[in-house]
């Protein structure tokens, strides 16, 4: 029996569903069969050689089976260690890197914590200096405004000074001269040497006790029985040596027990205790009484409704000067007693005070006879003992 030949231009028979196509398949090429010239083939041997052909091929794909199992798994191990391998180093940088952020974190926030301290320093600095210099400030003005306030002090005790000398000045008149005034005009006995050191007590020095004591005029002790107390002369001696208002130093305590305190002790106990510390501060002003109507004036204890009531005694009398105490508006009348008694111990602070401030250059002998003059002239105030004016 003959076959029919099977043309060249047909493909290949594709392989069935389900068989494998890779190395364990055998690809038959179809070769152009001419005329047999063996002996040939039945039919049922073909079907037999190809049924153990499958066999073959059935066998060779299961014993394949294995090895791609195996190959597999060995290359998905493969790429876990390399996943794994590249994941921890990516771990690694990742940890690193946040290390080193956290320390610079870290460094910023000492850096932070640094600015902040020293701007809390800078702050408290700057406050403390602007404190400072407002204290300096606030001292300087209260220092000024103290001063100010002597200066017009001095200025208003200044112009009650020239005030009385021109009223001194006027009372001396050709017809009737004052004989105090002009020393010339006492008779040789009274008048004494003119030329060399005088012996004899100054009547100008007790005229005006503030101007003759800068100039250096103030005599020694004369002949009419004076005599330095030892006692008064070491007090006064250890006083000049560092002076002071102090009134707890021997001397001033003296001062102030036997002239100072009995010369301003008056009936209105209140007012002279205001009139005592204006004295020493320096801050009571005696004014003249003016023609016209002044308001009236209340006192503690006594009422001044006009001119003729002392406001320090409580006595009726012709007042014609009034004092003010310090920058107080309200103004006080008092008799010409009162005066005498104040201008006394004003006096003698005024004296005692340049003294301190160093403008009285004079040995100690001749300024602590001034200053005796002075006690003397503010216990004869006392005693009601008193010139009188014009």
Request: charged share 25%; with cysteine.
């Amino acid at each position: 029996m003959v076959w029919p030949r099977v043309p060249l231009w047909l493909s290949p028979p594709q392989p069935e569903e389900g068989l494998p196509t890779g190395p364990s398949a055998v690809s038959v090429p179809w070769k152009n069969l001419g005329p047999s010239k063996g002996p040939r083939e039945s039919p049922g041997g073909l079907v037999e050689a190809s049924a153990s052909r499958k066999e073959a091929q059935a066998e060779e794909h299961s014993a394949a089976d294995p090895l791609d199992v195996s190959r597999l798994r060995s290359s998905s191990m493969e790429i876990r260690e390399k996943g794994s391998e590249f994941l921890k180093e990516e771990l690694f940088k990742a940890q690193k890197e946040l290390k080193l952020k956290d320390e610079e974190c870290e460094r910023l926030c000492k850096v932070r914590a640094q600015l902040e301290q020293e701007l809390e320093e800078l702050t408290a600095s700057l406050f403390q200096e602007a404190h400072k210099m407002v204290r300096e400030a606030n001292m300087k003005q209260a220092a000024s405004e103290k001063q100010l306030k002597e200066a017009w002090g001095k200025i208003d005790m200044l112009q009650a000074e020239v005030t009385a000398l021109k009223t001194l000045v006027i009372t001396s008149t050709p017809a009737s001269p004052n004989r105090e005034l002009h020393p010339q005009l006492l008779s040789p006995t009274k008048a004494g040497p003119r030329k060399g050191h005088s012996r004899h007590k100054s009547t100008s020095s007790s005229l005006c006790p503030v101007v003759c004591p800068t100039a250096g005029h103030i005599p020694t002790p004369d002949k009419e029985g004076k005599e330095v107390d030892t006692t008064l002369f070491s007090e006064f001696q250890a006083w000049r040596a560092s002076p002071t208002l102090d009134k707890d130093c021997p001397f001033l305590e003296r001062v102030y027990r036997e002239d100072v305190g009995p010369c301003l002790d008056f009936t209105v106990q209140e007012l002279s205790a205001l009139v005592r510390a204006a004295v020493e501060d320096n801050t009571l002003t005696i004014e003249p009484v003016a023609s016209q109507t002044l308001p009236a004036v209340k006192v503690p204890t006594v009422e001044c409704h006009n001119t003729n009531t002392c406001a320090l005694s409580g006595l009726a009398r012709t007042c014609h000067h009034r004092i003010r105490l310090g920058d107080s508006e309200s103004h006080y009348y008092i008799s010409p007693s009162s005066r005498a008694r104040i201008t006394a111990v004003c006096n003698f602070f005024t004296y005692i005070r340049y003294i301190q401030q160093g403008l009285v250059r004079q040995d100690a002998e001749p300024m602590f006879w001034e200053i005796m003059r002075l006690r003397k002239g503010m216990s004869l105030a006392k005693l009601g003992f008193f010139p009188q004016e014009a």
